[in-house]
Protein backbone atom coordinates (compact mmCIF):
# COMPACT_ATOMS: atom_id res chain seq x y z
CA UNK A 1 0.00 0.00 0.00
CA UNK A 2 1.41 3.62 -0.53
CA UNK A 3 -0.43 6.61 0.40
CA UNK A 4 0.43 9.97 -1.45
CA UNK A 5 -0.08 13.50 -0.27
CA UNK A 6 0.54 16.47 -2.79
CA UNK A 7 1.39 20.14 -1.99
CA UNK A 8 2.88 22.76 -3.34
CA UNK A 9 -0.26 23.59 -5.55
CA UNK A 10 -2.00 27.39 -5.22
CA UNK A 11 -2.87 31.07 -7.29
CA UNK A 12 0.08 32.00 -9.82
CA UNK A 13 0.40 34.61 -12.53
CA UNK A 14 0.98 33.31 -16.19
CA UNK A 15 4.35 33.28 -16.69
CA UNK A 16 5.46 32.04 -12.98
CA UNK A 17 6.38 28.87 -11.31
CA UNK A 18 5.57 26.51 -8.82
CA UNK A 19 6.98 23.33 -7.94
CA UNK A 20 4.45 20.79 -6.47
CA UNK A 21 5.53 18.07 -4.34
CA UNK A 22 3.95 14.55 -3.17
CA UNK A 23 4.69 12.82 0.17
CA UNK A 24 4.51 9.35 -0.02
CA UNK A 25 4.01 6.50 2.36
CA UNK A 26 4.65 2.79 1.95
CA UNK A 27 8.00 0.39 2.24
CA UNK A 28 7.87 -0.14 -1.15
CA UNK A 29 7.60 3.43 -2.71
CA UNK A 30 10.63 3.40 -4.45
CA UNK A 31 10.11 1.15 -6.39
CA UNK A 32 6.89 2.59 -8.39
CA UNK A 33 6.78 4.37 -11.07
CA UNK A 34 5.77 7.69 -10.37
CA UNK A 35 3.43 10.25 -12.19
CA UNK A 36 1.52 13.52 -12.20
CA UNK A 37 -2.00 13.59 -14.06
CA UNK A 38 -4.35 17.18 -14.22
CA UNK A 39 -7.73 17.81 -14.82
CA UNK A 40 -9.19 20.79 -15.45
CA UNK A 41 -12.92 21.40 -14.42
CA UNK A 42 -14.99 19.65 -17.00
CA UNK A 43 -12.83 17.93 -18.42
CA UNK A 44 -11.29 14.39 -18.17
CA UNK A 45 -7.73 13.78 -16.15
CA UNK A 46 -4.70 13.90 -18.65
CA UNK A 47 -1.22 12.56 -18.37
CA UNK A 48 1.65 15.37 -17.33
CA UNK A 49 4.46 13.82 -16.73
CA UNK A 50 5.71 10.54 -15.15
CA UNK A 51 9.29 9.09 -14.07
CA UNK A 52 10.85 5.62 -13.38
CA UNK A 53 11.60 4.48 -10.20
CA UNK A 54 15.10 5.49 -10.28
CA UNK A 55 14.19 8.77 -11.93
CA UNK A 56 16.44 7.77 -15.09
CA UNK A 57 13.52 7.91 -17.53
CA UNK A 58 11.19 10.65 -17.74
CA UNK A 59 7.91 11.54 -20.00
CA UNK A 60 5.95 14.31 -20.26
CA UNK A 61 3.10 15.84 -22.14
CA UNK A 62 3.51 17.76 -25.03
CA UNK A 63 1.38 20.44 -23.56
CA UNK A 64 4.27 20.68 -20.32
CA UNK A 65 7.72 19.52 -22.86
CA UNK A 66 10.25 22.46 -22.02
CA UNK A 67 8.06 23.86 -19.08
CA UNK A 68 8.36 21.39 -16.34
CA UNK A 69 10.31 19.00 -14.73
CA UNK A 70 9.78 15.98 -12.86
CA UNK A 71 11.86 14.27 -10.29
CA UNK A 72 11.82 12.11 -7.42
CA UNK A 73 14.04 11.87 -4.07
CA UNK A 74 13.82 8.19 -3.04
CA UNK A 75 15.66 8.54 0.35
CA UNK A 76 12.95 11.16 1.42
CA UNK A 77 9.80 9.50 -0.48
CA UNK A 78 9.16 12.42 -2.06
CA UNK A 79 8.22 13.33 -6.46
CA UNK A 80 8.92 16.52 -7.87
CA UNK A 81 7.03 18.60 -10.31
CA UNK A 82 8.80 21.89 -10.98
CA UNK A 83 6.44 23.86 -13.78
CA UNK A 84 7.39 27.38 -14.90
CA UNK A 85 6.01 29.94 -17.84
CA UNK A 86 2.83 28.35 -15.92
CA UNK A 87 -0.19 29.62 -18.63
CA UNK A 88 -3.98 30.24 -17.54
CA UNK A 89 -4.62 26.74 -19.52
CA UNK A 90 -2.32 24.84 -16.89
CA UNK A 91 -5.21 25.59 -14.39
CA UNK A 92 -6.07 21.87 -13.05
CA UNK A 93 -6.47 19.56 -10.00
CA UNK A 94 -2.87 18.18 -9.91
CA UNK A 95 -3.10 14.56 -8.96
CA UNK A 96 -0.17 12.37 -8.10
CA UNK A 97 -0.03 8.29 -8.72
CA UNK A 98 2.42 5.33 -8.48
CA UNK A 99 2.13 3.44 -11.22
CA UNK A 100 1.41 -0.59 -11.45
CA UNK A 101 3.36 -3.34 -13.57
CA UNK A 102 2.48 -2.98 -17.11
CA UNK A 103 0.82 -0.66 -19.20
CA UNK A 104 1.55 2.56 -20.48
CA UNK A 105 2.92 5.85 -18.61
CA UNK A 106 0.60 8.05 -20.34
CA UNK A 107 -2.65 6.56 -19.19
CA UNK A 108 -4.42 6.77 -16.03
CA UNK A 109 -5.47 3.11 -16.30
CA UNK A 110 -2.10 1.95 -15.37
CA UNK A 111 -1.76 3.79 -12.17
CA UNK A 112 -2.74 2.08 -8.53
CA UNK A 113 -2.50 4.49 -5.99
CA UNK A 114 -3.79 7.93 -6.26
CA UNK A 115 -3.36 11.54 -4.11
CA UNK A 116 -5.96 14.05 -3.20
CA UNK A 117 -4.77 16.62 -5.77
CA UNK A 118 -3.75 20.07 -5.46
CA UNK A 119 -5.13 22.99 -6.75
CA UNK A 120 -2.98 25.21 -9.29
CA UNK A 121 -4.69 28.16 -10.71
CA UNK A 122 -3.06 30.37 -13.37
CA UNK A 123 -4.08 33.71 -13.82
CA UNK A 124 -3.61 35.94 -16.78
Known amino acids: QVQLVESGGGLVQAGGSLRLSCAASGRTYSTYPMGWFRQASGKEREFVAAIGWSGSSTYYADSVKGRSTISRDNAKNTVYLQMNSLKPEDTAVYYC?????????????????WGQGTQVTVSS
Open 97 to 113: AAKGIGGSYYLASGYVY
